[in-house]
């Protein structure tokens, strides 16, 4: 059980287009979700948490109106970067709260071109 | 802010070798937590140590919680090719809140020689 899904696995896009990542819980309900990016050779840093049914509660320094975040259902979160630039290269990963345990998803690789 | 010291960076060791790993931080933590995570994919629990000076053992690996809660370690005994990866020490972000977000160290790159 807990299993976290992500959708695409990996990305390629044109810069100042949008790229929409899914993440879910396949066989939990999650009312709360995580977004991470992990930059190559660097430790994975907190985006914002991502709570169903309300918004989202962004990190400093993380622009909320680039990286929209949507937790529309309790097993299904979406982050959204929008005009999308090559230092938005990254890979972002979710993951889903279960009682006290983080469960995460394979990651998204995201390559801006 | 809070931050998580990870040492050593990487690691390059003989098959059948002990390893040992750790962590530190300025401020205390009430939870630690170790994950690896293997190239392309996202981070798996290997233990979680949620009470001072815990000893906890998961098959080959073991882990402490320090007394001062300012710091972890993780051992793998007789390693082997499949324990290559990056492990993380993690622990929950002092907001104040209950959401458990988690700030992560920089990560100990582990590589296995067979």
């Known amino acids: 059980g807990a299993v976290v899904s992500q959708h695409p696995s990996r990305v390629i896009c044109k810069s100042g287009t949008s790229v929409k990542i899914e993440c879910r819980s396949l066989?939990?309900?999650?009312?709360?979700m995580f977004w991470y990016r992990q930059f190559p050779k660097q430790s994975l840093m907190l985006m914002a948490t991502s709570n169903e049914g309300s918004k989202a509660t962004y990190e400093q320094g993380v622009e909320k109106d680039k990286f929209l975040i949507n937790h529309a259902s309790l097993t299904l979160s979406t982050l959204t970067v929008t005009s999308a630039h090559p230092e938005d290269s990254s890979f972002y990963i979710c993951s889903a709260k279960r009682a006290d345990e983080q469960f995460f998803g394979p990651g998204t690789r995201l390559t801006v071109l | 802010g809070q931050q998580l010291n990870q040492s050593p960076q990487s690691m390059f060791i003989q098959e059948g070798e002990d390893v040992s790993m750790n962590c530190t931080s300025s401020s205390i933590f009430n939870t630690w937590l170790w994950y690896k995570q293997d190239p392309g994919e996202g981070p798996v629990l290997l233990i979680a140590l949620y009470k001072a000076g815990e000893l906890t053992s998961n098959g080959r690996l073991t882990a402490q919680f320090g007394i001062t809660r300012k710091d972890s370690f993780l051992n793998i005994s007789a390693s082997i090719p499949s324990d290559v990866g990056i492990y993380f020490c993690a622990g929950p972000l002092n907001h104040g809140g209950s959401q458990g977000n988690l700030i992560f160290g920089k990560g100990t790159k582990l590589s296995v020689k067979p």
């Open positions: 066989d939990f309900q999650a009312t709360t």
